[in-house]
């Protein structure tokens, strides 16, 4: 949050203008959660086994596949 700004009314703005290119309703939820996967990827913490990576606390991976709608495995092998 910044000081003087109010999110709620900064966020009605970017939805207006969202529509007013054409994003339908369905295409700015699909856009939130691409960005909103992206961010708790930041969160996703990769620790060290042997040869291998290997993420312990799957909270922030689990956060990522439901937003992305893919299965939490597969996500986890993907980035390990």
């Known amino acids: 949050t910044v000081q003087n700004v109010n999110d709620?009314?900064?966020?009605?703005?970017?939805?207006?203008?969202?529509?007013v290119?054409?994003?339908?309703?369905?295409?700015?939820?699909?856009?939130?959660?691409?960005?909103?996967?992206?961010?708790?990827l930041g969160n996703i913490k990769f620790e060290s086994d042997k040869d291998a990576a290997v993420i312990r606390d799957k909270?922030?991976?689990n956060n990522v596949a439901n937003l992305w709608g893919v299965d939490s495995?597969?996500?986890?092998?993907?980035?390990?």
């Open 8 to 19: 709620s009314e900064e966020f009605a703005h970017t939805r207006k203008a969202m529509g």
């Open 21 to 40: 290119m054409g994003f339908d309703k369905n295409l700015q939820e699909d856009i939130f959660k691409t960005v909103a996967g992206i961010m708790w």
């Open 59 to 61: 909270a922030p991976l």
């Open 73 to 80: 495995a597969t996500l986890e092998a993907a980035l390990v």
